[in-house]
């Protein structure tokens, strides 16, 4: 019985009951982390650990989470979205820095972002357009905090075409943010919608962007070279 599930265009991972780790698809890069780019058309077991809770698929990476609270992280790395502090691809799970209090993670097209048990946001990686919600455009290889707050709950990095970068998907933005909030960003639940120029983490969709914000909103983003 799987416990946790993750699908990506070229992949797909998953954690059974048993804390076990399983991948399988396209295999470039060493993404499904059985220390071969051999693809698997079978689910394939990622080494002997028993302690898996959960895992993230992205676009050519993959991270995982394990019962201590630790943060690993496998595959292509040219923005460091891996959080080792390289740019060198992974074809096995390397551990991300030393903290054990991570509580959530979300791999994106080219960086990843994480949740710890204070309730703090961390995100890294690449960073061309603002993806890492740091005010700048800087590409990260270690975890990189995201403003002061500490009342996040959940986050998605696999969304960040939909502020301003260039993507994989084609998504349905609705005005109301509290839906906007809830569905696509990380958004702390008490953090009122801001209307801002440029768009990045934690900000509103300006309503002289695309029209009225009482109006559903049709944003397709074509893909990038680099997801």
Known sequence: VWAAMSARAGHSCGVPVAGTLWCWGNNDDGRLGDGTT???????RIGEETTWTSVSAGGKHTCALRADGSLWCWGWNPYGQLGDGTDTDRSTPARVGTDSSWTGVSAGGGHTC???????????GWNSTG??????ETDRGVPDRVGGDTTWTSVN??????????GEIQASLFADFETF????LAVPAATPPRSIGRMTLNQRVPSTAFGGMGERIE?????SSRD
Do not use: I, K, Q, Y
């Open 38 to 44: 051999t693809g698997r058309t079978t689910p394939t």
């Open 114 to 124: 994480a949740l710890r048990a204070d309730g703090s946001l961390w995100c890294w």
């Open 131 to 136: 993806e890492l919600g740091d005010g700048t």
């Open 157 to 166: 990095g696999g969304v960040r075409a939909a502020m301003g970068g260039a």
């Open 181 to 184: 909030r809830s569905n696509f």
């Open 219 to 223: 944003v397709t983003h074509r893909a």
